[in-house]
T-cell receptor, first 113, second 115 residues
Framework: DTAVSQTPKYLVTQMGNDKSIKCEQN?????MYWYKQDSKKFLKIMFS???????INETVPNRFSPKSPDKAHLNLHINSLELGDSAVYFC????????????FGEGSRLTVL | AQTVTQSQPEMSVQEAETVTLSCTYD???????LFWYKQPPSRQMILVIR????KQQNATENRFSVNFQKAAKSFSLKISDSQLGDAAMYFC????????????WGLGTSLAVNP
């Protein structure tokens, strides 16, 4: 059973399009995250949700909108895609307590042409 | 603001040998956590080892151990008896204990294991 699953794994799209990435976790965690990893492997947090409540929103353009319908799901919708949005997007989950392990999905590679 | 520095973009080690990956961090906090995560070529990140700053004893997980020097703000990872499966990107990360689970990540060290 996959603990944190993201779909799709690969996305190729044109500039200006809108796309969504879905994430689901079956670990019973109450906190979920979206991370962006750029071409140089730099990993940066974008958002985190705790029990469907937005906790972290890291100066991400408002073209990016996360949605958490329940605590097992955290989706990422991106409007008006730009070249600079090309990256690997990782979903992760954890318990809400500090110091806990993050469990990552396999990533979704977004390529904007 | 807290920062994490991994000064070795790339390292290599012979199979069965020992390698140490360095990580330094900057913080004014006294209560925090440090992590090493591994990202194999398949891309999924997994936790290797974790250290709580209030614990003086260095964390160990099988062949993986850390050298945590709190005063020097240093957190190096030692991999003993390196195996081919250890080849990966290794990321050092810092978490302030009271900061809503916001981790600060280093830029990573790419480790190659030579047979």
């Amino acid at each position: 059973d996959t603990a944190v699953s993201q779909t799709p794994k690969y996305l190729v799209t044109q500039m200006g399009n809108d796309k969504s990435i879905k994430c689901e976790q079956n670990l019973g965690h109450d906190t979920m995250y979206w991370y962006k990893q750029d071409s140089k492997k730099f990993l940066k947090i974008m958002f985190s949700y705790n029990n469907k409540e937005l906790i972290i929103n890291e100066t991400v353009p408002n073209r990016f909108s996360p949605k958490s319908p329940d605590k097992a799901h955290l989706n990422l919708h991106i409007n008006s895609l730009e070249l600079g949005d090309s990256a690997v997007y990782f979903c992760a989950s954890s318990h809400g307590l500090a110091g806990g392990e993050l469990f990552f999905g396999e990533g979704s590679r977004l390529t904007v042409l | 603001a807290q920062t994490v520095t991994q000064s070795q973009p790339e390292m290599s080690v012979q199979e069965a040998e020992t390698v140490t990956l360095s990580c330094t961090y900057d913080t004014s906090e006294s209560d925090y956590y440090l992590f090493w995560y591994k990202q194999p070529p398949s891309r999924q990140m997994i936790l290797v080892i974790r250290q709580e700053a209030y614990k003086q004893q260095n964390a160990t997980e099988n062949r993986f151990s850390v050298n945590f020097q709190k005063a020097a703000k240093s957190f190096s990872l030692k991999i003993s008896d390196s195996q081919l499966g250890d080849a990966a990107m290794y990321f050092c990360a810092y978490e302030d204990a009271g900061n809503n689970r916001k981790l600060i990540w280093g830029l990573g060290t790419s480790l190659a294991v030579n047979p």
